[in-house]
């Protein structure tokens, strides 16, 4: 491509939608310019509307466009980076992992409102009601499908890392923060995606960022800060 790609995020900390695009590009190589919003500031709202037309981030500033979601940034990378097969190869395989990537972006609200990301803490474990339990169960077997279907060849979702990895990296990162207790299975593929290099890379800037939001995981008891 042309010009140097523009993506916009938010606090490392606590973004779980920009995390998502981020390590797309970071792990398949594709060069870009981060800028950093940090959320609930004065400021915040109109330097996000400056870049994103939704108020929201990620958003992805191209030459001819911009594109303020994470699951289109990832297609048109893909679209954009074929050689770099961004999604599976195999079409069977592709299909699957664009549904469960899908699934994610639409789903699980249980967890993502109930254990909001924050990479930067250890919280106790919360109390797994009926609508927690539903959504752990089911990114379980999601993993477990995948990992036993299309995992033969690496210890990602789809043997090699993939989108659907970044996809579901955030979730993690929220079974990992709030101590929840999984199978074995499940263990071994979150730590696979906490010792991704982009990963890595994205937790140890985080760990730097100066700002923080008190209230972010209100109502939970945390154990441990990293910063």
């Avoid at 990378?77 to 050689?83: D, N, Q």
């Avoid at 803490?121 to 089911?138: G, K, V």
Wanted: with cysteine.
């Amino acid at each position: 491509m042309g010009a140097i790609l523009k993506l916009v995020i938010a606090n490392k900390v606590y973004s779980s939608w920009s995390l998502r695009p981020w390590m797309v590009m970071t792990a398949f190589d594709i060069p870009f310019e981060e800028i950093v919003i940090p959320l609930r500031l004065s400021d915040s709202r109109e330097r996000v509307l400056a870049q994103s037309p939704s108020g929201k981030v990620p958003a992805l500033v191209t030459s001819e466009q911009t594109i303020w979601e994470s699951l289109a940034i990832i297609e048109f990378l893909a679209e954009s980076y074929p050689e770099k097969n961004i999604w599976p190869a195999d079409k069977v395989a592709r299909a699957h992992a664009r549904a469960i990537a899908n699934e994610m972006h639409g789903g699980f609200l249980p967890l993502r409102q109930g254990c909001p990301m924050n990479i930067a803490a250890h919280y106790a474990t919360p109390e797994i009601n009926e609508p927690l339990q539903r959504d752990i169960s089911r990114i379980e077997d999601i993993w477990s499908e995948a990992r036993h279907r299309f995992g033969s060849g690496g210890p990602y979702l789809f043997g090699k890392f993939s989108a659907a990895d970044a996809m579901y990296a955030p979730v993690a990162t929220r079974l990992e923060t709030y101590q929840i207790p999984v199978r074995n299975d499940t263990r071994a593929y979150i730590d696979t995606i906490l010792n991704h290099p982009a990963y890595l890379a994205w937790r140890h800037a985080a760990l730097k960022e100066t700002w923080s939001i008190p209230d972010y995981a209100a109502g939970h008891t945390i154990l441990k800060s990293y910063r």
